[in-house]
């Protein structure tokens, strides 16, 4: 209990004693989410258009106060709705009807998603019928959709999300089958990754109604402690923290809680001094796999200057573009036509959000 001011050493109070104990806080990452869906603050949207010849153009999107911005009208936007986001519905399957999926074959990592049981561990198949050994129509769009939400999760990282094995890649392996995943419902062996065997493993249920669940497991086999609380004095309050706010829940936290579900900056369970960032350990583990020069993320998927500017996706009044933000220092370009006036801008999209549906 002894600190040193100016080289003497002096008792130290008790106050000093509890702040030193403080939690520090940490900001969460910048970022221009360029979605006026999500105007929770009620400050509306602030977009800045381009086009390399004259002013910078500001535009306020304010969804409860609409202005005359030249775009997709009402009708616009209801009429393309289902070419937006029609959901998955087409896939290979293998003959018993496992769906045949992959999010980014050719990576050096995989995220091996397996429904199909396994004798070593002695886990069940994911089934919802009492035919365990093929796939009714309804079990694959479930598991489409558990995919589906496991490689948004994963996205921004250079991990293939599958559900075929391959047994050289290295792999995070995670069995996903009825009666697997213990009292909890999910459970996983913390660091194991590449994984020559099962290492996490997650009830059937997980795969139609707590798909966090399953990220939370896997983000273990890379390594991951759960995000935790602490209290002025250092003491743990929370094993898991829960969501901050809606668009702020932590996988590694109570993975359901909130709306939006993420990966964290936190003090681990592991203790108080501690400081986890969930995305460095995961990348560092997947950059362990790559050829020299990868840093654990996916390659950029759109260039980062007005220069060189992606043209948008243009169907009828609409014109969209969807992407990922790999990194943090990320930018993605893209052009939009509007009136015969060609305009770019450039726009910082997340591939830290994950929206549940
Ligand atoms: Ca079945
Ligand atoms: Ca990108
Ligand atoms: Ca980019
Ligand atoms: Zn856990």
């Known amino acids: 209990m002894i600190y040193r001011i100016g080289g003497k050493k002096r008792p130290r109070p008790v106050v000093a004693t509890q702040n030193a104990c403080r939690p520090l806080l940490e900001a969460f990452e910048a970022r221009i989410l360029l979605c006026a869906l999500h105007d929770e603050g009620g400050e509306g949207v602030h977009i800045t258009f381009i086009d390399g010849l004259n002013a910078p153009v500001e535009l306020h999107v304010d969804p409860d106060e609409p202005t005359g911005m030249v775009g997709p009208t009402t009708a616009d936007l209801q009429s393309q709705q289902t070419d937006l986001f029609t959901p998955i519905t087409g896939w ?17 990592t995989s995220i091996y ?11 069940s198949a994911y089934s919802e019928d009492a035919d365990l050994t093929t796939y009714n129509a309804t079990e694959q769009t479930h598991i489409v959709e558990a995919w589906r939400q ?64 399953m990220a939370h497991e896997l983000g273990h086999v890379f390594g991951l402690q759960h ?7 250092g003491v743990k309050i929370n094993e898991y923290i829960s969501a901050v706010d809606s668009l702020h829940g932590a996988i590694m936290g109570v993975d359901y809680s909130g709306t939006v579900h993420k990966w964290f900056i936190g003090h681990s369970a592991t203790g108080v001094t501690s400081l986890q960032d969930d995305m460095a350990v995961i990348s560092g583990k997947i950059k362990a796999k790559e050829a020299a020069g990868g840093d654990g993320y996916r390659p950029d998927d759109f260039a980062n200057t007005i220069a060189t500017a992606a043209p948008l996706n243009v169907n009828g009044g ?10 943090r220092t990320d930018v993605d370009a893209e052009a939009i036509s509007n009136r015969q006036e060609l305009l770019s801008f450039l726009q ?9 549906t």
Do not use: C
């Open 227 to 233: 995000q935790s609380s602490y209290d002025n004095l």
């Open 318 to 327: 609409l014109q969209y573009a969807s992407g990922i933000i790999e990194r």
């Open 92 to 108: 290979a399957t293998a003959a018993n009807g496992l769906p045949i999926l992959n999010s980014l074959p050719g990576a050096p």
């Open 150 to 213: 496991i490689t948004a999760y994963f996205a921004m990282f250079d991990t293939n999300v599958t559900t075929q094995f391959v047994s050289s890649a290295p792999k995070a392996w995670e069995m996903i089958g009825n009666g697997a995943g213990g009292a909890t419902g999910g459970y996983a062996y913390v660091g194991t990754f590449p994984n020559s065997s099962p290492e996490a493993f997650n009830a059937s249920g997980n795969a139609t109604s707590r798909e966090s669940g």
């Open 348 to 356: 910082k999209k997340t591939g830290f959000l994950h929206h549940r």
């Open 113 to 123: 998603l397996d429904f199909d049981g396994d004798t070593g561990s002695s886990t």
